[in-house]
């Protein structure tokens, strides 16, 4: 027997199909925007994507990993802490923790941002339980984020709500009991609870606990804006802030946490062919340096960064004048942008998505 269930949603019944030997015809699912697939004998979920690509394709690490041991990889994680704020990595989890002292705070985002490619989906998914069911002057936010821009479950003293925030404003701020999904609820957040966040520039959809909570439809908006948020690629945000000189002692546990790409991780390469002594943006935005093909040879250095300008260097390349041509293989994520500095008149080809 195959269960297909129908989670609910904008735009949906939220009713269920027991099929049992007999096929479906596509137009009978055509009120539904989100199904998962529970086949005997596991009644493990078949996600599909918000552009119905189903699981069987293959996935992408975007952006976090385990935490492992009792150190913070700072490779993979940046923390940021205030005021007695504390990060504590320990037992395969991380503690984000206020103190006691007035204000206090704590943050953790992923050293790599979870890239955006068009047409794919990508996948936020975390395993979070709080000390408590919220406080007041405490604010504790989960999913991805950048100052002006996030995608995320935000705790506010007892309300927790989704939020997109657009250019430094929230254009979307739902709390718990005006969530549109078929059943959807807050959880009880002192619990392990699964969260889960899918995206793209046209919509969002949150999930707690494999129910689909709330679904944002970004189409046909009166709106100016061009998508749901202005930048796109995002690192993973997990914070807890105490505001107002509280004291109280608030942590947020979390488990694992991590970005997944719906599809493969690489698209269609670009190039960009350089034979100056000059700085050269390539990109803005978060992309992949495949190669640094060197054709003519010029005694000076190849310097790149992930930036729109010369800074946060990640690698540099020594060029003599009778060296021979030379593919390097590069094959390195980049977050903010990717600009390359020459010092001589080396003639190279940046390979790069």
């Known amino acids: 027997m195959t269960f297909i269930q129908i989670p609910g949603g904008v735009g949906a019944t939220g009713t269920a199909l027991n099929v049992i030997g007999q096929d479906i015809a596509p137009s009978s699912l055509a009120a539904f925007t989100k199904a998962s697939i529970l086949g005997h004998p596991f009644n493990l979920p078949i996600h599909s994507s918000l552009h119905g690509a189903m699981s069987v394709a293959e ?43 007035a204000d206090g705070s704590a943050s953790l985002t992923s050293a790599l941002y979870a890239r955006f490619m068009a047409g794919r989906t990508n996948h936020f998914h975390a395993t979070i339980a709080h000390s408590d069911s919220g406080a007041t002057n405490n604010v504790r936010e989960w999913g991805l984020g950048v100052s002006t821009d996030k995608i995320i479950f935000r705790l506010s003293g007892t309300t927790l709500s989704i939020v997109v925030r657009n250019g430094g404003s929230e254009i979307y701020d739902v709390a718990a009991a005006s969530w549109n999904g078929v059943g ?57 802030t105490n505001s107002s000189s509280a004291t109280t002692e608030i942590s947020m546990y979390v488990g694992s946490c991590s970005v997944l790409g719906h599809g493969k991780a690489e698209s269609s390469p670009s190039k960009v062919n350089i034979t100056t002594a000059t700085t050269t943006l390539i990109k803005r935005g978060a992309g ?33 004048t009778n060296d021979p041509p ?28």
Do not use: C
Request: glycine content about 8%; cysteine-free; overall charge negative.
């Open 59 to 101: 996935y992408s690490l975007l952006a976090g990993n385990p935490f492992t041991g009792a150190t913070i990889d700072a490779d993979e994680w940046t923390s940021t802490v205030a005021n007695d704020g504390t990060n504590v990595q320990a037992s395969g989890g991380m503690r984000i923790r206020t103190g006691t002292t």
């Open 288 to 320: 992949i340096l495949h190669d640094i093909v060197i054709g003519t040879h010029a005694t000076g250095t190849i310097k790149i960064y992930d930036g729109l300008t010369a800074v946060n260097i990640f690698s540099t390349i020594a060029s003599t």
């Open 326 to 353: 030379l593919n390097m293989p590069i094959h390195s994520t980049f977050n903010i942008g990717l600009t390359i500095v020459t010092s001589s008149s080396v003639d190279i080809t940046a390979i790069f998505e």
């Open 184 to 240: 959807a609820a807050a959880p009880t957040l002192t619990n392990v609870n699964t969260y889960e966040i899918h995206y793209d520039q046209a919509e969002v959809v949150f999930i707690v606990n494999d129910v689909v909570v709330h679904d944002i439809k970004f189409q046909g908006q009166a709106t100016n804006l061009g998508g749901l948020t202005q930048e796109i690629n995002m690192p993973i945000l997990l914070s807890n």
